[in-house]
């Protein structure tokens, strides 16, 4: 129970963290500022790194280096693909759906 749980904390660092480089970054700013900010803060690419360090580290305390750091690479694209799917659908790309 609590390895599968480690997973999901993985997974629901490494999320935030790829938002964070998203709203780091010039044309994503717009789609994920919370603060009047004409331009991003500085200290959103130092977070950003610091919360992967700490999947990372999640990962390792629970397979230990040499499996940890291979799950960590396989659930690094599961946290990006829901970052893209969620800029695409704030930025009106894509509908989400509803069952109607």
Known sequence: MMMGLL???TVSIATPAFLLL???QQQ???LLRLFPLAQP???LRLAAWLLLCLSLASTILRDGISFGLVLWVMLLPVAASLVVGFLA???GKVRPHTNS
């Open 41 to 43: 803060p500085t200290g």
């Open 7 to 9: 997973l999901v904390v």
């Open 28 to 30: 994503h700013w717009p």
């Open 89 to 91: 659908i704030r930025a």
């Open 22 to 24: 998203a709203a780091s």
